[in-house]
């Protein structure tokens, strides 16, 4: 595993910092707005979790999720990083905003 060496990213640019592709594909990155992300495949969806910005530690926690996204793999070639990749960026795109209960 190689990691990018650090940048700065505008505001509407995107970075994978590490992708494994293959049925049990996953990996992680950056967006340009400070957040980061991490990326894998679940019973044959993508599913993308954009974490909050500045985190604490290395492993983020389930409060530091602020948005998802999950789609089907229909037409991605799991073995090929740009299939991949495009697909990952598409889904940090459309990431939703999780609800938070009010404590």
Do not use: C, N, W
Not at 26 to 43: A, I, M, N, P, T
Not at 45 to 69: C, F, I, K, N
Request: avoid cysteine.
């Amino acid at each position: 595993m190689t990691l990018a060496a650090d940048r700065e990213l505008g505001a509407g640019q995107f970075v994978l910092e590490d992708i494994t592709t293959g049925v049990h594909a996953s990996g992680f990155g950056q967006v340009g707005d400070g957040r980061s992300f991490s990326f894998q495949v679940e019973r044959q969806q993508l599913r993308v979790e954009v974490y909050r910005p500045r985190l604490t530690g290395p492993v983020p926690l389930d409060e530091d999720v602020v948005a998802v996204s999950s789609r089907k793999l229909t037409d991605v070639d799991l073995t090929d990083r740009r299939s991949l990749a495009a697909a990952v960026r598409d889904a940090v795109a459309d990431a939703q905003p999780v609800a938070r209960a009010s404590r």
